[in-house]
Every structure is written in structure tokens, then in C-alpha cells.
Nanobody
Framework: QVQLVESGGGLVQPGGSLTISCAAS????????MGWYRQSPGKQRELVAQ???????TYADFVKGRFTISRDDAKNTVRLQMDSLKPEDTAVYYC???????????????WGKGTLVTVSS
């Protein structure tokens, strides 16, 4: 099986910074695109940022210039550096990844369980 485990969430003041990480583990042959989504109460889950296996990045308009996504393929990890945080960034942040498992050819999509980021004074 494959697991995505997020870490690094917590409470931060408006204008502050926080980095969250996600590690993929299990019987992995290859990790494709990785991304971060978020969901706040009463709202649908939305894409925050995504990075392909080639390193190409996509950001939601509401985080452009403030958040930076990066990956370490040797460790199968993806990080989200969040700067200039706003109260409206408060949400549960979920890791997402396309994974090809060992001895398989299918690409399956996996989700982590989420990490809570709270931006408040």
C-alpha cells in the first residue's frame, strides 16, 4: 500500500510563515505529480499548488507570490512554504499524489489525511 503523511501544521499569526510537508511511503515505483489542496469549513476542497515530476508548478491565484511548492524525489516528499499568511488561509491542507506502485503499471491517486493550518492572532 501507499501512504501520504502530512506534517508541520499549526497555529501561526497573520503575516507569518509556515512550512508543511508530505511524505509518500510504501511500495512505490514512481511518484508523478504531487500537490496540496485545502478545505475550510463550509467550503469545497480546492487546489492550492501542484508540482509535476518534471518540476513544473501551478498555483492558485489566491496564493501566487506567497506560497512555494517543492519536491524531493529521493525522499518522495513535497513541501509547501507558506509566507505572508492570512486568516483566510486557515484550512485543513491535504497532500495529493499520483503514484505508480512497484510491479504495477497503473497510476493511482492518493490523498493524505490532512494537516490543520490556523492563521490567527
Amino acid at each position: 500500500q501507499v501512504q501520504l503523511v502530512e506534517s508541520g501544521g499549526g497555529l501561526v499569526q497573520p503575516g507569518g510563515s509556515l512550512t508543511i510537508s508530505c511524505a509518500a511511503s510504501g511500495t512505490i515505483f514512481r511518484v508523478g505529480a504531487m500537490g496540496w489542496y485545502r478545505q475550510s469549513p463550509g467550503k469545497q476542497r480546492e487546489l492550492v499548488a501542484q508540482i509535476t515530476s518534471a518540476g513544473s508548478t501551478t498555483y492558485a491565484d489566491f496564493v501566487k507570490g506567497r506560497f512555494t511548492i517543492s519536491r524531493d524525489d529521493a525522499k518522495n516528499t513535497v513541501r509547501l512554504q507558506m509566507d505572508s499568511l492570512k486568516p483566510e488561509d486557515t484550512a485543513v491542507y491535504y497532500c495529493n499524489a499520483d503514484v505508480t506502485r512497484s510491479f504495477e503499471v497503473r497510476v493511482l491517486n492518493y490523498w493524505g489525511k490532512g494537516t490543520l493550518v490556523t492563521v490567527s492572532s
